[in-house]
């Protein structure tokens, strides 16, 4: 063999170690990749599972029923929800049109704070705050002399109409920060009713004489879809909530 040939040899083993080691690169993260989805899919379709089945929770607290139609059970819950957050008396029995269709619903106090904890995701922030202090002197029968002692701006008022209160010696302003704990709400909506992958609608189910909603995956099988020509996405069924038992927590 002679030098040209043996340049040439030289050089195709050191293109198949470059494509072997390519080819390696992608089998082991291709395949991650793909599980990341896998993962992220399931736990989205579950969310809308979850969220068809808090609608259909808040419907029957209205209305003393499930409702098969599930995006009906939204349009009413949510049309409650906002009337609610319009008029903080609007509670108890009432009747309304909605569609076309009336509409008779039993609202219980504390509905709308369910309903926004519910459909919402619980976050924190920092805030900063500024207080105003104030120094005061007032006459204590304990100590039977005048004593310094601190209070709020909001609690001032109220301490100067107090028999011992003397003086107001001036404020002081600080400031803090504080973590504050909040509801970032959502409102359902109806892309919440279908599956993300088959865009079919979630299933809802009503069992024992309509006190039991069943609400399920619509996938039969195994979904599954190429990726990036050798490899493929799968999943099955994403589950079901029945009677408020997840059985992905089984």
């Known amino acids: 063999m002679d030098t040209v040939e043996r340049k040439k040899y030289a050089d195709l083993i050191e293109l198949g170690i470059v494509f072997a080691f390519l080819f390696m690169i992608i089998t082991i993260y291709v395949p991650s990749m793909i599980w990341v989805e896998e993962a992220e899919a399931a736990e989205s379709a579950r969310f809308n599972i979850q969220t068809v089945h808090d609608i259909e929770y808040f419907y029957r607290i209205l209305t003393d029923d499930y409702e098969p139609d599930g995006l009906w059970a939204m349009n009413v819950v949510n049309a409650v929800r906002d009337s609610v957050l319009a008029d903080s008396t609007y509670l108890g029995e009432r009747s309304f049109e909605l569609i076309g269709e009336n509409v008779s619903v039993n609202i219980p106090e504390g509905f709308d704070v369910e309903y926004d904890t519910t459909f919402g995701f619980l976050k924190t922030r920092r ?18 002399r005048n004593d310094t002692s601190f209070v709020t701006k909001d609690d001032l008022s109220q301490v100067m109409i107090e028999e011992g209160f003397i003086s107001d010696l001036g404020f002081e302003t600080k400031q803090r920060s504080e973590v504050v704990s909040y509801y970032d709400s959502y409102l359902p909506d109806s892309s919440n009713f279908y599956c993300p992958l088959t865009n079919e609608k979630i299933v809802v189910n009503i069992k024992d004489d309509g006190e039991v909603v069943r ?18 996405f799968k999943t099955r069924n994403h589950g079901y909530i029945e009677d408020g038992s997840r059985s992905w927590d089984q």
């Open 215 to 232: 609400i399920s995956s619509p996938i039969e099988g195994i979904f599954s879809e190429g990726r990036y020509l050798l490899f493929s």
């Open 127 to 144: 805030d900063t705050l500024i207080d105003t202090i104030h120094t005061i002197v007032m006459y204590s029968e304990e100590l039977s």
